[in-house]
């Protein structure tokens, strides 16, 4: 997911850019206003904890752009490929450490584990949004 920040930058396309470069395969896309009970059920792991408002504040501030993305080994791979959480801890090259300064306001979220991925995908896409199509670069990356 890109977040506000993102949007409101004008990065939505370099983000895609970078990641389409890379070799993932966008599959689900789409720009919405988020709920904020979808944010909440989104970060329920984090309830609770001091960030979690700020967060849920965050991403229902402005629009997102919810993204799913194939590739082998996709989650841990598009992970270091995101970078740090961290700002002070995201390496140059990675996203949030291109283009990211505060933690509070992180401009990508990216599924932490498979588990993860599959909860998330079910909470911003129907079946139907979910467009699988056949990648004729798929092994040139």
Known sequence: MLKPGVVNRRLVGEIIDRLEQKGFKLV???????????????YAEHKGKPFYDELVDYVTCGPVVAMVWQADDCVALMRKYVGATKPSEAMPGTIRGDYCTHTARNIIHASDSDESAEREIKLWFKDEEIVDWHDCCNGWY
């Not at 689900?28 to 989104?42: D, F, I, N, T, W």
């Open 28 to 42: 689900g896309l789409k720009l919405m206003s988020v709920p904020r009970e979808l944010a909440e059920e989104h």
